[in-house]
């Protein structure tokens, strides 16, 4: 079985990997290296809009304001994550869904004309979702991978014990 700290360490590393990713796209295309494959690779989870981007002189990171920080959030929080305990469950899920209703206002309102969303507005707002996710994503990410390995290794022992009942 697959400690939870393992599962842990390798999804830290697969976000550090897509963070890295989104933030190295400028710098490719500034060092004159054709980047148009990665940023339709991130363009198919995010809107990219030019004005709703950082950039690095002219060129976007690979993902708007908003990703950007939800995915930095979410590294930051995962980092912690390998540091401290988890916090308790309930916290985690009002948290999250606090967060991911605080997103949810500054959209609505933007795309009904009441108030529009600033760079500030969407890094906070991302920020905070991504901060928030891992604790409570994570515990039920960890559970379904220890679950998913469990019944790969009751499979395995029973297929070896039904081979052993023909002979």
């Known amino acids: ?12 590393l ?3 990997f897509w963070c890295a990713g989104f933030l190295l796209l400028p ?6 290296f054709v980047s148009s494959e990665g940023y339709a690779f991130y363009g198919r989870v995010c809107h ?5 981007s950082w950039h690095v002189g002219t060129e976007p990171f690979g993902v708007c304001i908003r990703c950007s920080a939800i995915y930095l959030g979410a590294l930051v929080s995962l980092f912690v994550m390998l540091l401290v305990r988890e916090p308790d469950p309930r916290v ?7 967060t991911i209703a605080a997103v949810a206002v500054d959209v609505g309102l933007d795309l009904l004309g ?3 969303n600033t760079e500030l507005s969407r ?7 991504g901060v928030a996710a891992p604790w409570f994503v994570m515990p039920l990410f ?5 679950q998913l390995l469990r019944k790969r290794v009751q499979s395995q022992q029973g297929d070896v014990i039904h081979v052993r009942e023909t002979e």
Not at 1 to 12: A, C, E, G, K
């Open 114 to 116: 009441v108030a529009s």
């Open 14 to 16: 697969a976000v550090l």
């Open 48 to 52: 990219q809009i030019d004005a709703r």
């Open 142 to 146: 960890v559970d379904a991978v220890q």
């Open 1 to 12: 079985m697959i400690p939870h700290r393992t599962i842990l360490v390798v999804f830290f």
């Open 92 to 98: 985690a899920r009002w948290a999250f869904l606090v």
């Open 27 to 32: 710098f490719i295309t500034i060092a004159g």
């Open 123 to 129: 890094s906070i707002t991302g920020g905070l979702a």
